[in-house]
């Protein structure tokens, strides 16, 4: 379990694996930000536990998008333009906190948009009204250099608000369960803990 956090970085709970029981033992305990990978799953959590905020942060596919438009709190893996419209077709009066997932380990296997075509895509996004970019996502290779891989999605993050002064996108959800102190480091605004917290 994390003792204790910087006052920058928010604590977010990935339940994804874990019970009811003990999801609603940390709610009882003050936890207020949960993740969930399957768009079912946060679904059914989010009608369950509505006192917290659920967060969307495995692939989407957009058949699942309406459950990601009506019930997360925010969206942590948007790198697709079209499933982004699908996602803001079901998003009701409100706007719905996004961040853009940036591939800054290189992996094939791993979703996101490249460095190269951030800038690009952000323009794509800002004109949907019903989304609201707050901030970069990205995971960290489990066998390469982490720090270089944090500090990574730092830079693009800071070249993106050099070219647009005026954007919100100041978050950097960044560092997991093997690597959560290496990314505060590097500046983590938000980290995303599983097994530290539920001893799954």
Known sequence: MVQSLPEQ???????KYTTDEKVACLIKAGQQ????AKPQSLRDRAQHYPQVRWHMIGPLQKNKAKYVGKFAATWHSLCD??????????????VLPVWIQVNISGESQKQGVSEADLTLFYTQI???KELHVV???GMAAKD??????FAKLRQC?????AQFPESACQGLSMGMSNDWRIAIEEGATMIRLGSNIFND
């Open 9 to 15: 970085t928010q604590l977010l709970a990935v339940s």
């Open 33 to 36: 930000d949960f993740a969930e």
């Open 81 to 94: 333009v079209e499933t982004a419209l699908a996602v803001a077709k079901h998003v009701q009066d409100r």
């Open 126 to 128: 800002c004109p949907i």
């Open 135 to 137: 901030g970069l996502m």
């Open 144 to 149: 390469g250099d982490k720090r270089q891989t």
């Open 157 to 161: 993050r800071d070249n993106l608000l």
